[in-house]
Structures are given as C-alpha cells and as structure tokens.
C-alpha cells in the first residue's frame, strides 16, 4: 500500500530550483481514432479475412506502475515522476 503526499517539494525544470508542487495521479487519456497506428489497424481489418494481428492473451503482470503528475504553483509547469508498481496507491496522509 503505498501512500503519496497531495502536495510536495520537488525541482522544477522550468523555474530551475525546488518548488512546491500539487500531486495528481496519471490517468491515461482516451484514445484517439486519428493516431497512424489506429488507422493503419482499421485499414488492415477492413474487408474479409478475419483477425490480421496477433491478439495478447498471456497477460501476467498483476499490477500497474503508478505514475504522478507534478504541477508547479509558481509557473504551473507538469511533470511526471514514476513510483513504480503497486496493488494499492493513495494520495494523502496515512489515517492513523
């Protein structure tokens, strides 16, 4: 179980020394149907034939790596930092 902080000091890039920082967990977007990869894919299936592409069924990783996204209150620059993978992520402090 990993607990994270909602706000943190950490080093800014664009203002160039340590700041504080707001901390938001990274959720990925959805995906668009315009990416050349996407496109390229739909292309393939089109038509008769079937499947074209291998489809992935040996998943074996149990979790996800969690990735936070560091904001700067000064020049509201983004940045991302990986913590790794784990079952259970919090932002906030531990309830005691």
Do not use: N, W
Not at 14 to 26: A, D, N, P
Not at 34 to 50: I, L, S
């Amino acid at each position: 179980m990993v607990f994270f902080p909602k706000k943190k000091k950490a080093f800014c890039k664009k203002c160039g020394k340590h700041q504080l920082m707001t901390v938001t967990q990274y959720k990925p977007g959805k995906a668009s149907l315009f990416a050349q990869g996407k496109r390229r894919y739909d292309r393939k299936q089109a038509g008769f034939g079937g499947q074209t592409k291998p489809v992935f069924r040996k998943k074996v990783k149990t979790t996800k790596k969690i990735t936070v996204r560091l904001k700067c209150k000064e020049c509201l620059a983004i940045g991302q930092y990986c913590l790794g993978r784990s079952k259970h992520f919090e932002l906030g402090q531990k309830k005691v």
